[in-house]
C-alpha cells in the first residue's frame, strides 16, 4: 500500500501537525534548533507570509507544546522550539521522509487537503 | 471684529500645498517619514507596487500609498493583499474627489463587480496552481521519466532527474493555499460588500 504511514506520524498529522503551515514551522525550528523569535520573523526566515493564519498556526503548536512562547515583557510574543515534547520521536520520523517516498507524497497530500479544509471553515464557518 | 486670515497666512497655505506637490524624498528620507526600513521601499518600489518619482524617489502620493499598506500589514494582510486593498480605496478616493460627491450606487456596483470578478480570477489562478504542485508531489516518476517536456528519444543521457526537495515542495503548496485562503477571503468580502448594494 503506497500511502501508508507510519501509526506514529498518521496520528501526528491528524492530531497536532494539521497543516502545511505547522509542519513548516516544524521543519524550519528543528532545521533551526538555536532559532528565537516573534511571529514576524520566523515567518520570513520560513519564506510565508506572517498572516493571521500562520500566527494560529503558531499558537495552536505552542499549546500542542511542540513550541516555546515566551512574553518577557516584549511587545510580542517570542517562539522557539520546546527542547522536549511527548511527540518528538513522531517528529522526527516525520521529518526523515525522503521527498521522493510514496510516504512523503500521501503526507503532502494528507496536510494539503487538511489545510484546505481549515481555510474553507475560517471563511465558511456553515459550510 | 473677527480676525481674518493675513495674506501671508493665505500664503503659507498655497506655499504648503505647492511644498507638497513637489516633495520628492530620497529613499532613505522617505522610509524614515513613512515609518519603514528602506530595503522594504525598495522592494515594493522595485516590483511596481508603489510609484517613484524618477530613480528611487518618492512623492506625497507614494508616502501616502506606503503608510497605507503598512496599516494594512500591520492588520495581518499579506503584501500582496495590502497593495490590492489600498489601491482599491485609493481608487475609490480619487474617483469621489473627481466626481465632486459620493459614487452613485451605479458606479458602486460596477466597481464591486470588477473586484468580484478579479478575486474569482485570483482564486481559479490558485487552484490551477495548487493543482500543478500537487502533482509534482509524488507525481514526478509516473508524469515524466524523461524529464519535462521531452520524449523518450530527447531524454538527456546525463543528468538524472534531481530528487524533489522536501523542503521546497511544501513550501510552494503551503504559499499556493495561502494565495488561495488570501483570494477566498477577499471574494467573501467583496460577496458581502455586494450584497449591502444589493439590499
Request: one cysteine or more.
Amino acid at each position: 500500500m503506497d500511502d501508508w504511514l507510519d501509526p506514529d506520524v498518521a496520528r501526528l498529522v491528524g492530531e497536532v501537525l494539521d497543516d502545511l503551515t505547522k509542519y513548516n514551522i516544524v521543519r524550519f525550528v528543528y532545521e533551526h534548533r538555536g532559532f528565537r523569535g516573534d511571529a514576524q520573523l520566523l515567518a520570513h526566515s520560513i519564506g510565508l507570509q506572517p498572516s493571521r493564519r500562520f500566527l494560529r498556526a503558531l499558537e495552536e503548536l505552542a499549546a500542542a507544546g511542540i513550541m516555546l512562547v515566551s512574553l518577557n515583557g516584549e511587545a510580542s510574543p517570542t517562539f522557539a522550539r520546546a527542547l522536549v515534547c511527548e511527540q518528538q520521536a513522531a517528529v522526527d520520523k516525520l521529518l526523515a521522509l525522503p521527498a521522493d517516498s510514496p510516504q512523503f507524497a500521501s503526507l503532502m497530500r494528507r496536510l494539503t487537503a487538511q489545510s484546505l479544509r481549515r481555510v474553507t471553515q475560517q471563511l465558511l464557518p456553515d459550510v | 471684529m473677527s480676525a481674518s486670515p493675513t495674506p501671508y497666512g493665505r500664503l503659507l497655505v498655497a506655499e504648503e500645498q505647492l511644498l507638497l506637490s513637489r516633495l520628492n524624498l530620497n529613499a532613505h528620507s522617505a522610509a524614515r517619514v513613512c515609518g519603514v526600513s528602506v530595503r522594504q521601499l525598495t522592494y515594493w518600489s522595485d516590483r511596481g507596487l508603489i510609484p517613484t518619482a524618477g530613480a528611487r524617489r518618492y512623492g506625497i502620493a507614494t508616502l501616502n500609498k506606503v503608510l497605507l499598506i503598512k496599516q494594512a500589514l500591520g492588520q495581518g494582510y499579506t503584501l500582496q493583499r495590502a497593495v490590492r486593498l489600498v489601491e482599491e480605496r485609493l481608487a475609490l478616493a480619487e474617483a469621489a474627489r473627481t466626481a465632486g460627491e459620493p459614487l452613485s450606487e451605479g458606479d458602486l456596483r460596477v466597481l464591486v463587480e470588477a473586484r468580484l470578478a478579479d478575486s474569482l480570477a485570483g482564486v481559479r489562478r490558485c487552484r490551477q496552481t495548487l493543482l500543478a504542485e500537487s502533482a509534482t508531489v509524488g507525481g514526478r516518476a509516473s508524469t515524466s521519466p524523461h524529464g519535462e517536456g521531452l520524449t523518450p528519444h530527447q531524454a538527456p543521457l546525463s543528468a538524472p532527474p534531481r530528487p524533489p526537495d522536501a523542503k521546497a515542495l511544501a513550501l510552494q503548496l503551503n504559499r499556493a493555499i495561502d494565495d488561495l485562503a488570501d483570494a477566498l477571503e477577499q471574494l467573501a468580502e467583496t460577496d458581502q460588500a455586494l450584497a449591502r448594494i444589493t439590499e
